[in-house]
């Protein structure tokens, strides 16, 4: 059993930025396929970043370039470093982690994911 904490979020000028951090507990994380989800009012839940076991990263094309996800193992967590955020990145960001998995591999669906956390609000005011 994986529990996820998200923390990191708040309200934001545009063009400020911002670092989500997911904090992982009964399980290490370190090699697990790991992923960053948002839902904005009234949209479906949407991939924003997945980083695969061995670190290769797959942002989404709408923040490619502002927002980075990385790990730290010595803390068991994962974080979504975003920047230059504008109004339309405004959501629920959820914090996945998948527990078996190919090597390598870049998971990208919400099925794909064992586990979530409750989300964190990231507001961007215009």
């Known amino acids: 059993q994986v529990q996820l904490v998200e923390s990191g979020g708040g309200l934001v000028q545009a063009g400020g930025s911002l670092r989500l951090s997911c904090s992982a507990s009964g399980r290490a994380i370190s090699g697990d396929p790991m992923a960053w989800f948002r839902q904005a009012p009234g949209k479906q839940r949407e991939l924003v970043a997945a980083?695969?076991?061995?670190?290769?990263?797959n942002p989404a094309d709408s923040v490619k370039g502002r927002f980075t996800i990385s790990r730290d193992n010595t803390k068991n967590a994962v974080y979504l470093q975003m920047n230059s955020l504008q109004p339309e990145d405004t959501a629920v960001y959820y914090c996945a982690a998948r527990t078996w998995y190919s090597t390598f591999t870049i998971y990208t669906l919400q099925s794909d994911y064992d586990y979530w956390g409750q989300g964190t609000q990231v507001t961007v005011s215009s």
């Open positions: 980083i695969s076991n061995g670190d290769i990263t």
